[in-house]
């Protein structure tokens, strides 16, 4: 069912892995490291840099995603909205632009 689907990225960050089940196991909202899917909650908040996904955009975040590019690990990120820049990947150009969001500069 998901063989090759490299992009899938549930709304609490569980994302395709090829160690992860292809079947139907994964074919549900996404509930975090205790019941991992690939699908997202319909109508749930969006705000682009709450990387991990308490409410607001802070420093907070800024260490977040800087400890998911140190160690690609998921575990209580949202890669939608760490991906600043909607490309698909985090990298640490996603990281500058959070900094520059917070620090209010459009460089």
Known sequence: ???????LVGGKGTAYSSSNPKDKTYAHIDGGTSNPGYFSKKGGTFLRGDVNGDGSVNISDVISAINYLSNNDTTGINIVNADMNNDGTVTITDVIALINMIVGSND
């Open 1 to 7: 069912m998901f063989n090759v689907c490299y992009s």
